[in-house]
């Protein structure tokens, strides 16, 4: 079983929609979490950090379930510049663990 | 530097032939990965460096691929007799390591270098 596990879509929304997404993980000692968001042909840039008590910044929350091992990542109000693909990031459960990726999701807001 | 610089951005080389990526990471982030990308699909880690603990290498795909990181900082990704499928974006990111700490963990990604292999 892979560590991190995301559903790769495509998400086709229009302007304005809520989309939600869902990433697994495996190790229950995982520590940290984020959502990365790549744009085409570019490299990987944090879009937020994932707390325990869940957190927002503007129009995206960030939700961790520890019981069920997965973190999820809320876009209200969609534009047209938030397609792009948005990666779940978990570190493994040692201090100097490392970082695993899932595959994705991409994300396509359409005008 | 204030970012993680790669070089060369892009590589054109001929099968068998071999190459030597170079990251230069942000100074004092103690943790660097390798990652590559192919086309449409996700990032293939390929090995991490974590201060000065043995590195994990468990992602390099064959004894074709191996990676230095000298003195702490500089590495250096190397590709024996390339293959065309090896053809791929070959991105390098840091971080500075800890559990609480402001920005830990937090991958600062360079632009990649972009291996063409005919």
């Known amino acids: 079983r892979k560590e991190v596990e995301q559903d790769p879509g495509p998400f086709n929304v229009p302007e304005g929609a809520t989309v939600a997404f869902n990433c697994t993980y495996s190790?229950?000692?995982?520590?940290?979490f984020f959502w990365y968001r790549q744009d085409c042909r570019k490299e990987p840039k944090l879009l937020m950090s994932?707390?325990?008590s869940g957190n927002e910044d503007g129009r995206f929350t960030a939700q961790l379930n520890r019981a069920s091992q997965y973190i999820s990542l809320l876009i209200r109000d969609s534009k047209l510049s938030d397609s792009a693909t948005y990666l779940c990031?978990?570190?493994?459960?040692?201090?100097?663990?490392?970082?695993?990726f899932g595959r994705g999701t991409q994300l396509t807001v359409w005008p | 530097g204030a970012g993680v610089s790669q070089s060369p951005s892009n590589k054109v080389t001929e099968k068998g032939k071999d190459v030597e990526l170079r990251c230069d990471p942000i100074?004092?982030?103690?943790?660097l990965y390798w990652y590559r990308q192919s086309l449409g699909q996700g990032l293939e880690f390929l090995i991490y460096?974590?201060?000065?603990?043995?590195?994990?290498k468990s992602g390099l795909p064959s004894d074709r691929f191996s990676a230095e990181r000298t003195g702490g900082s500089v590495s250096t990704l190397t590709i024996q007799r390339t293959q065309q499928e090896d053809s791929a974006v070959y991105l390098c990111?840091?971080?500075?390591?800890?559990?609480?700490?402001?920005?830990?963990?937090?991958?600062?990604f360079g632009a990649g270098s972009r291996l063409t292999v005919l």
């Open positions: 100074s004092g982030h103690t943790a």
């Open positions: 460096f974590q201060g000065n603990s043995a590195p994990d």
């Open positions: 190790n229950s000692a995982s520590q940290s």
């Open positions: 990111a840091s971080s500075s390591p800890g559990l609480r700490s402001s920005g830990a963990n937090v991958l600062t």
């Open positions: 994932v707390y325990s």
């Open positions: 990031v978990v570190k493994a459960g040692s201090t100097l663990g490392r970082l695993y």
